[in-house]
C-alpha cells in the first residue's frame, strides 16, 4: 500500500508541476507589470504620480497602469482621518495659462474619481487643485524635463485648515512639539495607522493624539509659546495653534486624564472636554477629565464654560464640577493646600525611602515629587487620603508639593515646592557649613551663561566626582554615559532661539551642585558670498608697478568658525618690459585661489580673520613696442588677514593679503629678479553677505 501510494504521489506531482510553475510565471509577470508605487505622505515628504499614468496630453488615466496607484488607495483607506491635496501640474510648449490649468485641473479630478470610486474613500478628504506650469520641478525645455514636469504631487495636508505639512522636504505647519516626555508616551498622527512611542521635540501636527499612560508625563509647547501639561493615563487630541490668523475651534482637546494648561495672557485659549467647551484667559488652569465629570480649577485667571447650553465663567481661585452630559455646577472657592511638614526644604534624607507628611485641608491630597522646581518632570504623584506618604526615590535633588482635592473632586492650587535631597548617606538638614559644600560639577565645553551655537544639537561634557548622578533638564544621565572617572557626556536637541539647559549632579554624600545655561540656536546660511577690490603692489620686481584687482569669491562654511573658501580674481597693472618707460605697457593676471578661512567669534560687530589659500596665477604682460607679448601661469599661495565689521549676515572689511608667485626663472617676465623671491601685496576693501 506505501509502494502505490508513492507512486500515486509521484505521478500526481509530475501532473501538478506544469500548472504550479505557470502560475508563478503569471503571478511574477503580474507583480511586473503592476508594480506599485511608493506611498508616504509623512510630514516633509510626497508621493509622485507621473505623466505616465496618463493618456497621452489628455486627462485621463491609462487603464492598463491605474492599478499600479491602489497603493495610494489602500494608504488612503487605512488612515481615514487623513486629508490630502492632488495637485496637478503640466508643462507643454503650447497648452500653457489656462489651457494647462484647465488640463492639470482634470487630471486631479480623474485620480480623485478613481480612488473614491475604487476604494470608497471620503470625497471631502481629497482636495485638488490644478497649478498647470506655474511650479515646474526643471526649468530646461528639453522633453525629458517637460515629461519630468507633467506630475501629480499628493501632500497630507493639516486636518482642520488645509495647509500642507510637507515643503521642499521639510516639515511645516505644525501646532507645536512635544517638550518633554517622561516614560511611556505615545502618539498617532492622521498619517499613522497605529499608535507609536513619541519622541522627545516631535512636531505635533492638527489632530495628533498624544496618550500618557502609567506614571508617564508630558509637556506640549504651541508655537505661540503657551504649553500644557498632561499627567499619567491622559489623552489629548491637538487643535489649532492659539498664534494661527482666523482660528476656529479648541487648541487642544482633553478625551481624559489630567491637562495644566498655561496659555499666554493675552490669547484665549480654548480647550474641549467631552461636551465641555473652556475658554481660558489664565496662565494656569488645571482640567481633569473621568468617566463621570469634568472638573475645572482656575488658579491664576479666569475662564468661562460651556456645557449643556449653559455658560459660567470662573475668576480666579474658584472652580466647577461639569456632570457628564449637564450643565456646569455654580462656582465654588477652591480648598485651601495642606501645609506640608516634612522634609523641610533642603533637607537630606536616606535612599531607603522619603517620607513625606502634611496637615490636610480638605479630604483628599494629592502629592506630586519632580526632579525641577517648576514641576515640569514629575516622578510620581500620589492621589490619597492620609496625612503621609512614603516615596523610594533614587539618589538625587528633587521638589514636593501637595495640593487638595474637596469631596467633589475639584483640586486646589498647589503648595509652593520644596527641595529634598536623597542621598546613600544619614538623614541631615542643609545648615551650616555641610549646606555650603557643593559637588563636583566642571562643564568643559559649555560654560554657564549665554552661548550661541549654529547646529540642531549640542553634546553636553564634564566631570563630576565618581559615582555621582547627573541630570540634564531633569532626566537622569544613563550610567553607560558617565565613565569610572566621573566624566560624562550627553546629546541635547535645540529648538530655534533661546534654550534653558539645567545640569545637576549629587555625589554619594548628598551634596550636589547646578549650572544653569542659555544656549541660543541660530541656524545659519552656509555659503557665503564675497567682494574684494584692492590694490595690488608688487614685490621684488623689477618691471612691474602697482596695479589694481577684483575678486569675488564664495565661502562654504564646515563648522562656525572654519570656512572653505574659493575665488576669482582678475586685475593688471603696468609695467616696462622693454627696459623703458617708452617701452612699458599693461600687465593683465588672473587668480583662482582655493583655501580655508577662520572667523575668531561669530554673531559679533567685528570678526577678525585670517585666510590661507593655494592658488593659480596666470599673467601677461604686454609691450607698446613692437607688440611683444610675454605671458606665464604659475603656483601663487598666499596668506591674509584682517577685520570684518557688521551684523546680520553683511560684512565690510578691511584686510592684507600676501601672493607668493612661485615663478622659477624661465618665465620670462622680469628676468632681473627671478633669483628673488617674489610677491603681490594686496590691500583688500571686502564686503562678505549670506
Do not use: C
Not at 558617565?482 to 549632579?505: C, H, M, Q, T, W
Not at 545659519?524 to 569675488?552: C, D, M, T
Not at 582678475?570 to 609695467?575: H, L, Q, S, V
Amino acid at each position: 500500500m506505501k509502494r502505490t501510494f508513492y507512486h500515486l504521489s509521484q505521478r500526481s506531482l509530475r501532473a501538478i508541476t506544469p500548472t504550479l510553475l505557470a502560475l508563478t510565471f503569471i503571478a511574477i509577470l503580474t507583480s511586473a507589470v503592476h508594480a506599485q508605487i511608493s506611498v508616504d505622505l509623512t510630514p516633509g515628504n510626497r508621493t509622485t504620480v507621473s505623466d505616465a499614468y496618463f493618456t497621452k496630453n489628455r486627462a485621463t488615466l491609462d487603464k492598463k497602469k491605474q492599478a499600479e496607484l491602489d497603493a495610494l488607495g489602500n494608504y488612503l483607506k487605512a488612515r481615514p482621518e487623513l486629508k490630502v491635496e492632488i495637485g496637478s501640474h503640466w508643462a507643454d510648449k503650447k497648452q500653457t495659462g489656462k489651457a494647462g490649468i484647465k488640463l492639470s485641473e482634470g487630471r486631479a479630478a480623474a485620480l480623485k474619481s478613481y480612488l473614491v470610486k475604487k476604494f470608497s474613500l471620503n470625497t471631502a478628504n481629497l482636495l485638488t487643485k490644478g497649478y498647470g506650469d506655474a511650479s515646474p520641478v526643471d526649468v530646461a525645455v528639453t522633453p525629458a524635463a517637460i515629461a519630468t514636469n507633467r506630475r501629480i504631487e499628493v501632500v497630507a495636508l493639516t486636518s482642520l485648515t488645509s495647509r500642507p505639512v510637507s515643503q521642499a522636504g521639510n516639515a511645516v505647519n505644525y501646532e507645536g512639539i512635544l517638550s518633554y516626555q517622561e516614560r511611556n508616551v505615545q502618539s498617532k498622527g492622521p498619517w499613522d495607522i497605529d499608535f507609536a512611542t513619541a519622541r522627545q521635540r516631535q512636531q505635533l501636527f492638527e489632530r495628533h493624539q498624544v496618550q500618557t499612560y502609567d506614571r508617564a508625563r508630558a509637556e506640549i509647547a504651541f508655537n505661540d509659546g503657551s504649553k500644557s501639561s498632561l499627567g499619567e493615563n491622559s489623552m489629548v487630541i491637538i487643535g489649532v495653534s492659539p498664534d494661527f490668523t482666523g482660528r476656529t475651534g479648541a487648541n487642544i482637546e482633553l478625551q481624559k486624564g489630567i491637562l495644566l494648561a498655561r496659555p499666554k495672557n493675552t490669547e484665549i485659549f480654548s480647550i474641549k472636554g467631552p461636551a465641555v467647551d473652556i475658554d481660558l484667559n489664565s496662565t494656569r488652569t488645571k482640567v481633569i477629565v473621568d468617566p463621570t465629570r469634568t472638573t475645572v480649577s482656575v488658579f491664576q485667571g479666569k475662564a468661562k464654560v460651556k456645557s449643556n447650553g449653559t455658560t459660567v465663567e470662573i475668576i480666579e481661585g474658584f472652580g466647577t464640577v461639569i456632570p457628564r452630559g449637564a450643565s456646569p455646577e455654580a462656582p465654588r472657592a477652591l480648598p485651601e493646600s495642606p501645609l506640608p511638614t516634612a522634609p523641610a526644604d533642603g533637607e537630606t534624607m536616606p535612599a531607603t525611602g522619603t517620607q513625606f507628611t502634611w496637615r490636610p485641608a480638605a479630604p483628599r491630597v494629592r502629592l506630586e515629587v519632580a526632579r525641577d522646581p517648576e514641576m515640569t518632570s514629575v516622578v510620581t504623584t500620589i492621589l490619597t487620603d492620609k496625612t503621609e506618604e512614603t516615596v523610594k526615590l533614587d539618589p538625587g535633588s528633587y521638589y514636593w508639593q501637595v495640593s487638595s482635592v474637596d469631596a467633589s473632586g475639584v483640586e486646589g492650587k498647589p503648595s509652593a515646592p520644596r527641595r529634598v535631597v536623597v542621598s546613600t548617606g544619614a538623614r541631615s538638614t542643609a545648615t551650616g557649613l555641610d549646606a555650603l559644600r557643593r559637588a563636583k560639577l566642571d562643564l568643559t565645553e559649555f560654560k554657564e551663561g549665554f552661548s550661541t551655537v549654529n547646529n540642531s544639537d549640542i553634546t553636553l561634557r564634564g566631570v563630576v566626582d565618581t559615582g555621582s548622578t547627573v541630570y540634564v533638564n531633569g532626566s537622569r544621565i544613563p550610567e553607560s554615559d558617565v565613565r569610572p572617572d566621573g566624566s560624562f557626556y550627553r546629546n541635547v536637541p535645540l529648538r530655534r532661539g533661546d534654550n534653558k539647559i539645567v545640569v545637576e549632579a549629587t555625589d554619594k554624600s548628598g551634596a550636589e551642585n547646578r549650572k544653569t545655561l542659555i544656549i541660543k540656536y541660530v541656524e545659519i546660511n552656509r555659503f557665503r558670498f564675497g567682494v574684494a577690490i584692492a590694490p595690488v603692489v608688487p614685490l621684488n620686481y623689477s618691471s612691474f608697478n602697482a596695479g589694481i584687482a577684483g575678486n569675488l569669491n564664495l565661502t562654504y562654511l564646515i563648522t562656525r568658525n572654519i570656512g572653505a573658501k574659493f575665488g576669482l580674481g582678475i586685475g593688471g597693472f603696468t609695467n616696462t618690459i622693454g627696459g623703458t618707460a617708452a617701452q612699458s605697457g599693461i600687465t593683465e593676471f588672473y587668480m583662482f585661489d582655493a583655501g580655508i578661512n577662520y572667523d575668531f567669534t561669530v554673531g559679533t560687530t567685528v570678526v577678525p580673520f585670517i585666510e590661507a589659500n593655494a592658488g593659480l596665477f596666470a599673467w601677461t604682460g604686454h609691450r607698446y613696442v613692437a607688440g611683444e607679448v610675454r605671458g606665464a601661469g604659475v603656483f601663487a599661495p598666499g596668506v591674509g588677514a584682517g577685520l570684518k565689521f557688521g551684523g546680520q549676515g553683511r560684512y565690510f572689511g578691511l584686510g592684507g593679503y600676501y601672493r607668493f608667485i612661485l615663478d622659477g626663472a624661465g618665465t620670462g617676465l622680469d628676468p632681473a629678479s627671478v633669483s628673488s623671491s617674489h610677491g603681490l601685496f594686496e590691500i583688500r576693501l571686502v564686503m562678505t553677505f549670506e
